[in-house]
Antibody
Framework: EVQLVESGGGLVQPGGSLRLSCAASGFTFSTYAMSWVRQAPGRGLEWVSTISAGGSAAYYADAVKGRFTISRDSSKNTLYLQMNTLRAEDTAVYYC???????????????WGQGTLVTVSS | EIVMTQSPATLSVSPGERVTLSCRASQSVSSTLGWYQQKPGQAPRLLIYGASTRATGIPPRFSGSGSGTEFTLTISSLQSEDFAVYYCQQYNDWPLTFGGGTKVEIK
């Protein structure tokens, strides 16, 4: 069974940094692209970033480009999201999600982790 | 950026009713369209990909149709466990974008 478990969320001040992790199991992590998707309280879903299976390519939403960095460590089966210069509008539940096919490109997500809450506030 | 628009925002229905949700893309996305269900406090769950292919384990009362810019998710007979928010997502191009969601609530 595929499992994705996020961690690293919490309360951070505006301008601060946080690193999220997503521990993956139940599949060959190194062969699938992985993504982060967020959801602000009471709002809809917003794609944040996707990284290729090998980690050599990544895409970002304009809202986070230059501030967030996605990465992965296949030796640890773990996906990361380094978030710098955080803003109040980054407050959200952050989900990691797996691509469903091994070929690189824009894809749908299945499954999703349970999410980790990031709150940016002074 | 491809903008996805869902309608209606909220739908009040009774159990057993047939439900039709709409999703429109600002430009053609061919059939690169997925649907997700999200219940309160839970992560989204994939229902449909490729506009009309049910994901593993999704009951046949859920069906998707459409291509280009107009898409529909149909629930043939609404069950109590289907009350949730439904999102569409295009994966034709970056950035990946979601619709604003349709909440299906009990009438």
């Amino acid at each position: 069974e595929v499992q994705l478990v996020e961690s690293g969320g919490g309360l951070v001040q505006p301008g601060g940094s946080l690193r999220l992790s997503c521990a993956a199991s139940g599949f060959t992590f190194s062969t699938y692209a992985m993504s982060w998707v967020r959801q602000a309280p009471g709002r809809g879903l917003e794609w944040v970033s996707t990284i290729s299976a090998g980690g050599s390519a990544a895409y970002y939403a304009d809202a986070v480009k230059g501030r967030f960095t996605i990465s992965r460590d296949s030796s640890k089966n773990t996906l990361y999201l380094q978030m710098n210069t955080l803003r109040a509008e980054d407050t959200a539940v952050y989900y990691c999600a797996k691509a469903t096919v091994t070929t690189w490109g824009p894809r749908w997500f299945d499954p999703w982790g349970q999410g980790t809450l990031v709150t940016v506030s002074s | 950026e491809i903008v996805m628009t869902q309608s209606p925002a909220t739908l009040s229905v009774s159990p057993g009713e047939r439900v039709t949700l709409s999703c429109r893309a600002s430009q053609s996305v061919s059939s690169t369209l997925g649907w997700y269900q999200q219940k309160p406090g839970q992560a989204p769950r994939l229902l449909i990909y490729g506009a009309s292919t049910r994901a593993t384990g999704i009951p046949p009362r859920f069906s998707g149709s459409g291509s280009g810019t107009e898409f529909t998710l149909t629930i043939s007979s609404l069950q109590s466990e289907d009350f949730a928010v439904y999102y569409c997502q295009q994966y034709n191009d970056w950035p990946l974008t979601f619709g604003g969601g349709t909440k299906v609530e009990i009438k």
